[in-house]
């Protein structure tokens, strides 16, 4: 599906004012893009001196925001929060991880109750680390929180969302997002290119994924459904286990992968972060959008890398 067909599946719907914070990362920097192409207007909140007239300006750290800027906002969607894989979980980086997750959403739910017209939609980011490590169990949006730090952190952010006393709110519980312009997918790559990408502890251990087309287009889908509210699992339907991931990855790259690296180096090398993140097993699927029969470009792993990388090579002359 593209644009253009994700697009048309609402044909009839009006231009929106839309607020975005989290705009500089990898899903919000394209979600902006998309929804201009559609004809929205994107009012961005920035942490740093503003560069576009519309820009809102805010310091989650500190509780400052311009509120007198809030009022008229079809939608709200927040995305801000310092990236979860980057460096060892030591105390003070799950402390920033946390802050920077509840202090930009408690500030956006306490200063949009206050204004006469409230959006119509908050929509905030979480993640399906709110599941914790369940082996080969499938999962949904009506399933348990599992254990652990990061299902700690995802449920006390959704119940920060929830605060907010109109409209509709809905917390998209991305999965693994794929992209060649980063994420986990570049950082990938080098060492698949290599040939010494391979297999992480038994292989096992399922990961859940979204091409980055998907997710913009089921955020979209988001704004647009007034059915979807709550938690929605951003995922394709199709999650694999890492075993499978790494033998794509390295068919569609024509690499080997033949060096796997034991569940010891990897909590050697990565820590915390690395149990949680690479070791860690959930297989989720999209429940809510699958019932609504909204569908997905790239539902295949092998079909959604090939369109990625070949996006992301050098063009012949």
């Known amino acids: 599906m593209s644009d253009v067909l994700c697009l048309q599946r609402y044909p009839s719907v009006k231009a929106q004012r839309i607020l975005i914070s989290g705009t500089s990362g990898l899903i919000g920097s394209a979600l902006v893009s998309f929804l201009q192409a559609a004809g929205h207007t994107v009012v961005r909140l920035v942490r740093s001196e503003p560069t576009r007239a519309s820009d809102i300006r805010w310091d989650p750290a500190t509780g400052f925001i311009e509120e007198e800027k809030l009022e008229l906002f079809d939608a709200v969607i927040n995305l801000a929060g310092d990236n979860i894989a980057a460096g060892r979980w030591t105390r003070a980086k799950k402390e920033r991880l946390r802050a920077s997750r509840l202090q930009s959403t408690e500030l956006l739910v306490k200063s949009l109750a206050k204004q006469s017209y409230p959006p119509k939609l908050f929509l905030c980011a979480s993640a399906i680390g709110f599941y914790g490590d369940r082996g080969e169990e499938l999962l949904d949006e009506d399933s348990s929180k599992g254990t652990g730090f990061l299902a700690d952190l995802c449920a006390d952010w959704e119940a920060a969302a929830r605060q907010l006393p109109t409209g509709r709110v809905a917390m998209a519980r991305f999965g693994i997002v794929l992209s060649g312009q980063g994420g986990a997918l570049k950082q990938m790559l080098r060492p698949f290119k290599l040939g010494i990408g391979g297999i992480l502890g038994s292989g096992k251990q399922y990961y859940s994924w979204i091409s980055?087309?998907?997710?913009?287009?089921?955020?979209?889908?988001?704004?647009?459904?007034?059915?979807?509210?709550?938690?929605?699992?951003?995922?394709?339907?199709?999650?694999?286990?890492?075993?499978?991931?790494?033998?794509?990855?390295?068919?569609?790259?024509?690499?080997?992968?033949?060096?796997?690296?034991?569940?010891?180096?990897?909590?050697?090398?990565?820590?915390?972060?690395?149990?949680a993140l690479l070791l860690c097993s959930s297989r989720v699927i999209p429940k809510r959008l699958s019932a609504l029969g909204i569908p997905f470009a790239y539902p295949d792993l092998e079909q959604c890398l090939r369109h990625l990388l070949d996006n992301t090579q050098p063009k012949a002359d």
């Open 212 to 275: 980055i087309d998907d997710a913009v287009y089921q955020l979209y889908a988001i704004l647009m459904d007034d059915r979807l509210q709550g938690p929605i699992n951003l995922v394709s339907p199709n999650p694999v286990t890492n075993y499978t991931f790494t033998k794509t990855l390295g068919k569609v790259l024509s690499r080997p992968t033949i060096l796997p690296m034991p569940k010891a180096l990897v909590g050697l090398l990565f820590g915390e972060m690395g149990d």
